[in-house]
Each structure stands twice: as structure tokens, then as C-alpha cells.
């Protein structure tokens, strides 16, 4: 081949590459070591000796004006593939978002923030302490007697392997005992816990669930302030038109001590449902830690929280409220 047929064979395929692969194929295949350019200075050595120079200038100019055309295409591949790729990444911005999914407060979280409020708003100072909790503060500080049923394991979780006996606090009255400790009255002191009890499960029986209690200690607190505080309970929480009934009950802390239900209507008609238990301090507890109970009186009362989301919003069965359920959840 010579000069001119390469030269003209060289720009043709140039001119036909798609990319640069295709460009870097042909430029090996004309400038490479065994490229079409050095096989071409090869025939050099047959040439005349007195063509050669001029031969020799011919192959050379051939090989840089090749060089020249590959940068050029090789600038023009370049522009092309960066424009493409940009285009593919390109971002519509006027296309609609993925939707994000607001999270909302869990009805059981609502109801204890709602209780704080609440309780606060009485003048209670709210105060958090373990779940796991020393038997002697579930019971022993709480007035049971030794052979209260309350013992029977088949009612606590008991902690296995500690130094003093620990069980999973079966309610939040154990507070009481802790605060006695370390405050003198007056006071008036509430706490929002998890409780657990070895129970079988059912539509209102959780092997854990939540209480909220009240405890307060001073001069002249009777039962007449147990009333008014529960009643300005349930007013805020669940509408001035509810009664609150008070029967009877035995708890060894209380004396007396009532069991606490509100009425709420269910298709249309009153019902009552309980709420949880109540009563005036036992003098054997404040004597306990050195409190003159001639003085001192108090009221304690201790409520399931489960109950009240139940009541409000119509939930037929506590367990919906802790499996999670997006289905049950969205409705609030
Ligand atoms: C008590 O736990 C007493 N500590 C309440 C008390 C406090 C009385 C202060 C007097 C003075 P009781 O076991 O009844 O009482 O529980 C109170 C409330 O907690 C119940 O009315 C119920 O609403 C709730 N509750 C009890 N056990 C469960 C359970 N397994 N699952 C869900 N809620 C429960």
C-alpha cells in the first residue's frame, strides 16, 4: 500500500468510530508496532536508496497527520460520551417524590404523656424507678402479711442468682417504700412504670403492662382528698361527666382501701369498668419509717394504664395495643 492509499484508509475509519475502544483499535492498528505505518517504514530498506529520504519524510508526515486525526476524533468521542453520561444522570426534578411515612405517637405513649400532664397539673412530682425491683420494696415494705398469695411465685417474676432477693415489679406501689427512705412529708409523688406479673394472658391481662400511682403523705389528708384528686383524674382524662365509684377492696397497704371504677358508657349505656385500686395510707407503713401516723395520713392509688386507651378509643382487647400492628396503629 502506499502513502496516499493508507493516509485515505486511515481517515475513512477514523471518521467511523462510535467510541473511544473503537478509536484506541485503530490507532493500534496503524500506529502500533505492528501497525500499517511501521509495516510501511519497513519497505523502506527496498526502496531505491535515492527515493528513500523522500519516502522515508512521506511515511513520517503520514504518521503524525494520522496522530492528529485520532487526537481530534479522540476530543470529539470524549465530549460526545461525557455529554451522554451526563444526560443519563440527569435528575427530573419535576417528578413527584416518594412519599415519606410520618411516624405518630403510639396510643399507649399518648396516654402516659397525657398522665404526666395530668398529674403534674395535681401537683404530683413524678419520679421513675427500676423495673427491676427488690422484694422488699414489692411486698415486705408494702404491709403483706407472710403468707399473702401475692408470694406465690406463680404471681411474680422472680429474678434469679441476686444477692437479695429481686423480683420484676408486679406494681408500682413499690415506689413507696423508696420514697419513704429518703423524704419526710408533705409530699405528694407519682410514678408511670411497666409491672409484670406471672399471669395468663388474655384480652384485659398482660404478662406486662403499665400502672401509674399516687402517694401522698401530710396532715389532715382524708379520703374525701382521695375522691376529689381521682375525680379531677378522670375529668381530664376522660371527660367531666364521668362518675367515679369507690367499693370495698383489700390491698394490705390501704386502710380502707376500695377498688376504683369510673363509668363509661358502652353502646350507649353506662357501664362500669374498673380502673385499678385506692385507699387511705396504712399506719403500719408510715410508722414503718418513723412517720407519727397520729399526724400524718395519705392516700395512695394505683391505676393500669392499658385500661384507659381501652376505654376511650373502644380497643377490645389490650394485646393490640403491643403487637404493633400498622393496621391498628394508623388509626390513631
Ligand atoms: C394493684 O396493683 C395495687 N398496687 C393498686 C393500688 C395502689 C391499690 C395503691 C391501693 C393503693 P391491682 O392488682 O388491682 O392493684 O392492679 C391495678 C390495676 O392494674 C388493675 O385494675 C388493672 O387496670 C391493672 N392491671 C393489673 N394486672 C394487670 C394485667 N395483668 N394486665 C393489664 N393490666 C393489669
Redesign the pocket.
Known amino acids: 500500500m502506499d502513502v496516499a492509499a493508507l493516509l485515505e484508509q486511515a481517515r475513512a475509519a477514523i471518521a467511523a468510530t462510535a467510541n473511544s475502544a473503537d478509536l484506541d483499535r485503530i490507532e493500534t492498528e496503524y500506529l502500533g508496532r505492528k501497525g500499517s505505518v511501521t509495516a510501511l517504514r519497513r519497505t523502506l530498506g527496498s526502496a531505491a536508496p535515492e527515493d528513500r529520504p523522500r519516502l522515508g519524510q512521506a511515511i513520517n508526515d503520514a504518521a503524525k497527520q494520522v496522530e492528529q486525526w485520532i487526537a481530534a476524533r479522540k476530543a470529539d468521542l470524549t465530549a460526545g460520551e461525557g455529554a451522554a453520561r451526563l444526560a443519563a444522570q440527569t435528575l427530573d426534578v419535576t417528578l413527584p417524590g416518594a412519599p415519606l411515612r410520618l411516624g405518630r405517637t403510639h396510643p399507649l405513649s399518648a396516654t402516659i404523656q397525657r398522665v404526666q400532664q395530668i398529674m403534674t397539673g395535681l401537683g404530683f412530682e413524678i419520679h421513675e424507678f427500676p423495673d427491676i425491683e427488690y422484694f422488699k420494696y414489692n411486698f415486705e415494705a408494702l404491709n403483706y402479711p407472710e403468707e399473702h398469695p401475692a408470694f406465690d411465685e406463680q404471681m411474680s417474676f422472680f429474678v434469679k442468682d441476686t444477692v437479695d432477693r429481686c423480683v420484676m415489679r408486679t406494681?408500682t406501689?413499690a415506689f413507696q417504700g423508696r420514697l419513704l427512705e429518703t423524704h419526710k412529708p408533705p409530699f405528694r409523688f407519682a410514678t408511670i412504670g411497666r409491672c409484670y406479673?406471672y399471669?395468663a394472658v388474655d384480652a384485659?391481662?398482660?404478662h406486662t403492662?403499665h400502672?401509674v400511682?399516687g402517694f401522698a403523705v401530710g396532715e389532715g389528708i382524708s379520703m374525701a382528698d382521695l375522691r376529689g384528686t381521682l375525680q379531677a383524674f378522670v375529668d381530664q382524662m376522660f371527660g367531666s361527666d364521668t362518675i367515679v365509684r369507690f367499693r370495698p377492696d383489700f390491698?394490705p397497704?390501704?386502710e380502707p382501701?376500695a377498688e376504683i371504677s369510673i363509668s363509661w358508657p358502652i353502646d350507649g349505656k353506662p357501664r362500669w369498668l374498673?380502673?385499678?385500686?385506692?385507699?387511705l395510707v396504712h399506719p403500719n407503713i408510715l410508722e414503718a419509717y418513723g412517720i407519727d401516723s397520729e399526724r400524718y395520713t395519705g392516700f395512695?392509688?394505683?391505676?393500669?394504664l392499658?385500661?384507659m386507651p381501652m376505654i376511650q378509643y373502644g380497643i377490645p382487647d389490650?394485646r393490640l395495643l403491643w403487637e404493633n400492628d400498622l393496621r391498628f396503629l394508623e388509626q390513631f
Do not use: I, N, S, W
Open positions: 406494681q406501689t406479673r399471669e384485659t391481662h398482660g403492662f400502672q400511682d390491698f397497704f390501704v382501701g374498673e380502673l385499678g385500686g385506692a385507699g395512695a392509688f394505683g391505676l393500669g392499658e385500661r389490650l
